[in-house]
């Protein structure tokens, strides 16, 4: 998937975060045209994934100049090996299947 400027930066970021919280370590990810993809393995149990997700949300915000985001996110928890293997093959091959993505702009049903 080719990015945009601004997708660019969040890949940055993303690729940035395991420097700024050596406690977390991104497992997996993919940035999408209007949507992410992480698994974010966390080593210590006082880091939050909403702390996290927040932070990171703002220096993007700050590099781009306004937030791209939208107020929430969604998060899960892995709690096994195959929810791990289908979340991980799920986000790799969602470019090949962005056409079909409820997220895509073309889609009726967008959230």
């Keep these: 998937m080719l990015l945009s400027n601004y997708g660019e930066i969040v890949e940055f ?3 940035r975060q395991e420097e700024v919280y050596p406690e977390i370590y991104i497992a997996r990810h993919i940035v999408m045209p209007n949507h992410i993809h992480m698994i974010v393995k966390i080593q210590d149990a006082k880091r939050s994934i909403p702390k ?3 932070q990171f949300k703002g220096i ?4 781009i100049g306004f937030s791209p985001w939208q107020r929430n996110f969604h998060d899960r928890i892995i709690r096994n ?3 791990y293997i289908r979340i991980e093959a799920y986000i ?3 470019v090949s299947k962005w056409d079909e993505d409820c997220f895509h702009p073309k889609k009726s ?3």
Excluded: A, D, T, Y
């Design 109 to 111: 049903n967008n959230p």
């Design 81 to 83: 090996e195959n929810e």
């Design 52 to 54: 996290v997700i927040q």
């Design 60 to 63: 993007v915000s700050k590099r």
């Design 13 to 15: 970021e993303i690729k």
């Design 92 to 94: 790799k091959e969602n």
